[in-house]
């Protein structure tokens, strides 16, 4: 990946540049734009080479058959702990979302980014308690490189939006949608305790299925991908994340000090462990870095699903599980909650850092 070394330049204007257009990266590549601002470039400590194909090495991300759940529960749950505890990534099949729901959420997501430009600079804020909230790169004017991504947002739960809050574009595939993915967060939960030797029954009142935050990515066609990313590497601040990828790719893991990709299987969805998970299982389940590629190819959407109650008031604390303790195996966080994890993972921004270092003992 070729270097860009910083010299001296109005970051500052150039940034707030970009943010009043309210057209995002998509207004740029509609502008016919070849070469990509300096703002999106890399600086070299965010620069890799070490990037493998999945079939290139020797890590294989697990793919799942939920219907077979049903059949051998306890081989799903082995299936689920090996993978949360090795990878901290797995994609799951016969999740019980239909396809056609899936692939109509893509298309919501494309439809909203590609409607009319003065109509959409309507809902562009950065005020995360609107309702339906869209614009590039949260964390803009606090990272080193912006992202090449465009981004709307919305709390599904536990207070959803109105319908009419929401775009027509993606209105009713956005509410089907987050209704299916929170059925099916309670099923995943509840095997990833089982997982950890828990009662699924310990769900309800863990809370960890309390929230949902639904995020649609939008990732124009780059002209340089060489020089910017997606997403930059990051871990997600989160109990669980369900991932909707559509079939470009770019979505890669970081293990074994390597960029693994994770191809696109058509009508899986990606699970990733997150942050909060790891600290309630005192790091025995992964919450792995990862990044999303920027490509010639495009665009590419993507729809993010994240369990928590996110940066609303809460205070609920959240430790290392007590049955997960011993003597041998101490707390190594912190309590906290999640409004607390979350709003100084929000400040930091996706710097490449995890934040649960922050909440170490």
């Given at each position: 990946?070729e270097i ?13 540049s ?31 080479n ?6 290139e ?10 219907e ?6 306890k ?11 090795k990878y ?15 692939e109509?959420m ?18 562009y804020?950065?005020?995360v ?16 490189a912006v ?7 919305s709390?599904?739960a536990?207070?959803?939006?109105k ?13 089907e949608?987050?209704?299916n ?8 939960f509840g ?15 863990m ?9 649609g990515h ?8 060489e ?5 930059t ?12 990828q559509?079939q470009?790719?770019?979505?890669q893991v ?6 693994i ?6 009508g899986?969805l ?6 909060l ?12 870095e990862?990044?999303v590629?920027?490509?010639r ?13 996110s940066?609303m008031?809460?205070?609920?604390i ?8 011993s003597?041998d ?6 309590e906290?909650?999640v409004?607390e994890?979350?709003?100084?993972s929000?400040?930091k ?5 995890s934040?649960?270092?922050?909440f170490?003992?």
């Amino acid at each position: 990946m070729e270097i860009v070394r910083e010299t001296k330049y109005d970051r500052a204007g150039e940034l707030k540049s970009f943010d009043e257009t309210k057209a995002g990266v998509k207004g740029l590549v509609d502008s016919g734009v070849e070469t990509i601002p300096r703002i999106f470039r890399l600086p070299e400590e965010y620069s890799t080479n070490t990037t493998a194909n999945a079939n290139e090495s020797n890590f294989d991300i697990p793919v799942i058959d939920l219907e077979k759940e049903g059949i051998d529960r306890k081989v799903a749950v082995e299936k689920i702990r090996h993978a949360s505890e090795k990878y901290g990534f797995f994609q799951v099949v016969n999740h019980g979302i239909p396809v056609g729901v899936l692939e109509e959420m893509l298309c919501g997501v494309r439809r909203f980014n590609e409607m009319d430009a003065e109509a959409k600079k309507v809902y562009y804020t950065r005020d995360v308690t609107r309702k339906f909230v869209y614009n590039s790169n949260f964390d803009l004017y606090s990272v080193p490189a912006v992202n090449w991504r465009d981004t709307f947002l919305s709390f599904m739960a536990p207070n959803p939006p109105k319908p009419e809050e929401l775009p027509a574009s993606c209105r009713d595939i956005q509410i089907e949608y987050s209704r299916n993915v929170m059925n099916l967060g309670f099923r995943l939960f509840g095997l990833l305790l089982e997982a950890l030797g828990l009662e699924s029954s310990r769900l309800a009142e863990m809370g960890c299925t309390d929230g949902l935050t639904f995020v649609g990515h939008y990732y124009p066609a780059c002209p340089q991908p060489e020089l910017t990313l997606g997403a930059t590497n990051h871990t997600d601040d989160t109990f669980l994340t369900v991932l909707l990828q559509d079939q470009i790719g770019g979505l890669q893991v970081f293990l074994d000090n390597t960029w693994i990709d994770i191809p696109p299987v058509h009508g899986a969805l990606v699970i990733n462990i997150g942050d909060l998970l790891q600290l309630i299982s005192n790091d025995k389940f992964k919450s792995v870095e990862h990044r999303v590629l920027a490509n010639r190819e495009g665009p590419r959407m993507s729809v993010a699903c994240f369990f928590s109650t996110s940066l609303m008031p809460s205070s609920k604390i959240y430790g290392p599980i007590k049955e997960l303790l011993s003597e041998d195996n101490p707390p190594k966080y912190r309590e906290t909650t999640v409004e607390e994890y979350i709003t100084y993972s929000f400040t930091k921004g996706l710097d490449g850092v995890s934040s649960l270092l922050h909440f170490k003992i």
